[in-house]
């Protein structure tokens, strides 16, 4: 089981970027998919958040309005849209997975069992 995130960068404030997790293994298809970020000095901090069907999704209160999480089954793929990119969204972005047949959504890092290597995001002001 392997989780591979990808599409970080250096912008500048106010543009955007759009992550992609891609999850592999065989039979692997977790239900709930999840985006975590942590800043340098900073403890890892919940993001967003999806289910299987696209039809829930929770965000930190930071990025609302902002960010949209999104995924394709098809590819085993959920993405992060990151739009008006603020210098306070600067970290390495993970991505996250819970264990295969849970549906509910967590906000706590303590709740995913996969992860991904980070991909650094760095937005200069």
């Known amino acids: 089981v392997q989780l591979q995130a990808s599409g970080g960068g250096l912008v500048q404030a106010g543009e955007s970027l759009r992550l992609s997790c891609a999850a592999s293994g065989r039979t692997f298809s977790p239900n709930i998919m999840g985006w975590f970020r942590q800043a340098p000095g900073k403890e890892r901090e919940f993001v967003a958040a999806i289910n299987w069907s696209g039809g829930t999704t929770r965000y930190a209160d930071s990025v609302k309005g902002r960010f949209t999480i999104s995924r394709d089954n098809t590819k085993n793929t959920a993405y992060l849209q990151m739009n008006s990119l603020k210098a306070e969204d600067t970290a390495v972005y993970y991505c996250?997975?819970?264990?295969?047949?849970?549906?509910?959504?967590?906000?706590?890092?303590?709740?995913?069992?996969?992860w991904g290597k980070g991909t650094l995001v760095t937005v200069s002001s």
């Open positions: 996250a997975a819970r264990s295969t047949g849970i549906t509910v959504i967590a906000i706590a890092p303590s709740g995913y069992r996969y």
